[in-house]
């Protein structure tokens, strides 16, 4: 996650949406495509396109998909975070029939996630502008404040969300991005929104989040300063230990979202450059998934879902040249974890 440019903060400025700093985004030879053993180098995926969802908006100078998550009946929802009002901040795909239609929009939120809760079956949302949470009934009616206001005297910039297995959400609070300061922190909100906690502080701009394959910690990313840190957790859902895990080689691609499949792989989305690194629980880097580079336009790949149950991947991917959506096999099966923040 990023500052924006001049042109789109000015842009978002004037329609109400202060100045959002949004997320966004190695190779070696190898078979394209296809299934892996655990632990197998399988070098380069190729991504083949799915469809473009969305065009560079007039009005914020660009557009930036994110949040890919699907929903029990099978429906991909994405967010647009730069989309201004009117135009859709949510958008359900149908990925067997390429068709897409708008489920949401309003005059006011910049939305960096979307993730459904096992809890209550509603899409909860990240405004990142306004430091709030929200959540939309399936169809994208009901609009409520989850959580609004100050955490330890600090208002967040709630950037993704990971859910544990009774509904609490865990955020990642990219404070002090816009500064250049490690002031990033991880946020507990329980699922009545009632009390949220800081479980870690003093990150460099916290962005991706999401639960290893057994809920025993988190994998977080820290855009700043292109790392995976690993949080252990307690019986109580507290934080028991914390270290750096692995160091991505990113060059001038930063670190985004991150998504974990069945196996515990990790897929960490990249801003900057239109590609996926996939590593394995231990830091392995196992893969790199690219688009052809024939895609012109095209400047991040910030997140990735994986079909509930199956290996077809899906990945949010965004640039002056539009908003698209691609696919590719992934290492393992997708799971709740694997609905990247």
């Not at 208002?155 to 404070?175: C, Q």
């Not at 900057?272 to 392995?284: F, K, L, Q, S, T």
């Amino acid at each position: 996650m990023r500052r924006l440019p001049p042109r789109p903060l000015a842009a978002l400025a004037t329609a109400g949406l202060l100045a959002v700093a949004i997320a966004g985004c190695g190779t070696e030879s190898g078979a394209p495509g296809g299934l892996a053993a655990p632990g197998a180098v399988t070098g380069t995926i190729r991504a083949q396109k799915v469809m473009q969802l969305t065009r560079t908006h007039e009005e914020t100078g660009m557009t930036l998909l994110e949040g890919p998550a699907f929903h029990p009946d099978g429906g991909l929802f994405v967010v647009d975070v730069t989309a201004p009002p009117g135009k859709p901040k949510v958008m359900r795909v149908d990925v067997r029939r390429a068709t897409v239609r708008a489920v949401h929009t309003d005059g006011r939120g910049a939305y960096t996630s979307a993730q459904f809760s096992p809890y209550d079956g509603r899409l909860y949302l990240t405004d990142y502008a306004h430091g709030e949470i929200v959540s939309l009934a399936p169809d994208g009616g009901d609009p409520r404040t989850f959580f609004a206001g100050e955490v330890d005297g600090a208002r967040m910039n709630p950037d993704d969300i990971a859910f544990d297995e009774k509904g609490h959400l865990y955020v990642s609070d990219s404070r002090g991005l816009s500064e250049g300061a490690a002031h990033g922190r991880v946020v507990r909100v329980d699922r009545d929104g009632g009390t949220a906690t800081v479980l870690a502080d003093g990150l460099a701009a916290t962005n991706g989040i999401s639960f290893d394959e057994a809920y025993r910690g988190l994998w977080i990313s820290e855009l700043t300063e292109n790392r995976i840190s690993y949080l252990r957790l307690g019986e109580g859902g507290e934080v028991a230990s914390r270290h750096t895990a692995i160091r991505v080689d990113g060059g001038i691609a930063q670190t985004d979202s991150i998504a974990v499949d069945a196996d515990g792989n990790l897929y960490q989305g990249l801003h900057g450059r239109p590609a996926i690194v996939v590593y394995d629980r231990h830091g392995e880097r196992l893969a790199t998934v690219e688009v052809p580079a024939r895609a012109e336009g095209l400047e991040s790949a910030t997140n990735v879902a994986i079909t509930p149950g199956g290996t077809k991947a899906y990945m949010t991917v965004s640039g002056p040249g539009g908003g698209y959506l691609y696919t590719f096999d992934a290492l393992g099966k997708g799971t709740r974890q694997s609905n990247g923040g």
